[in-house]
């Protein structure tokens, strides 16, 4: 399958944690990166290992996680995983997740 | 420092052709491989496909695969990516984005995007 999949929409209280989620068959055996996108923005590369302490990553059969601890209203945004399809020769987005913090 | 820059809005007709232009600033256009991603409005991003600057090896989505075309020009540090037999739903906003192995999905610098629009 060249699917990822994402819950459309995640909320969050301001200052908790959050876990974003990504599936497709493909994350079995490829790794997947997060970008973060504010409305009229060019997507952003929330790279786990750049900011360990508010953004983590993790993955775990056919699933891929982003982790936003500590959530500030700033962290209000669309997010994206991407990966590899079966394949491996070609590149998909997940449908994105809609982060409300409140 | 580093710069992606694209060409400005388009408006085609159904049928028409688009050719958005994707120029570097601040590094090697070889040195990295260029993506195109493209976000129709109110909708998520949709990878089309991806152009090796040294040669101009391309791959893409099979979804374009009969209507894309990528191309490089590196005397001008500029990338190309044409639409052909364009339909209402190929109105988006069409990035260009690096990264630095084909292999990588870390792209770490995007260009300010460009909005095509498809109307009759």
């Known amino acids: 399958s060249s699917e990822l999949t994402q819950d459309p929409a995640v909320s969050v209280a301001l200052g908790q944690t959050v876990r974003i989620t990504c599936q497709g068959d493909s994350l079995r055996t490829y790794s997947a990166s997060w970008y973060q996108q504010k409305p009229g923005q060019a997507p952003v590369n929330v790279r786990p290992s750049g900011i360990p302490d508010h953004f983590s990553g993790s993955s775990s059969g056919n699933t891929a996680a982003l982790t936003i601890t500590g959530a500030q209203a700033e962290d209000e945004a669309d997010y994206y995983c991407v990966s590899r399809d079966s394949s491996g020769s070609l590149v998909v987005f997940g449908g994105g997740t809609k982060l409300t913090v409140l | 420092q580093v710069q992606l820059v694209q060409s400005g809005a388009e408006v085609k007709k159904p049928g028409a052709s688009v050719k958005v232009s994707c120029k570097a600033f601040?590094?090697?256009?070889?040195?990295?491989?260029i993506h195109w991603v493209r976000q129709a409005p109110g909708q998520g991003l949709e990878w089309m496909g991806i152009?090796?600057?040294?040669?101009?090896?391309?791959t893409y989505a099979q979804k374009y695969d009969d209507r894309v075309t990528m191309t490089r020009d590196t005397s001008t540090s500029t990338v190309y990516m044409e639409l052909s037999n364009l339909r209402s739903e190929d109105t988006a906003v069409y990035y260009c984005?690096?990264?630095?192995?084909?292999?990588?999905?870390?792209?770490?610098?995007w260009g300010q995007g460009t909005l095509v629009t498809v109307s009759s």
């Open positions: 984005t690096r990264s630095f192995q084909r292999g990588d999905l870390d792209f770490d610098y």
């Open positions: 152009i090796n600057p040294d040669g101009g090896a391309t």
């Open positions: 601040g590094y090697a256009l070889t040195s990295f491989y």
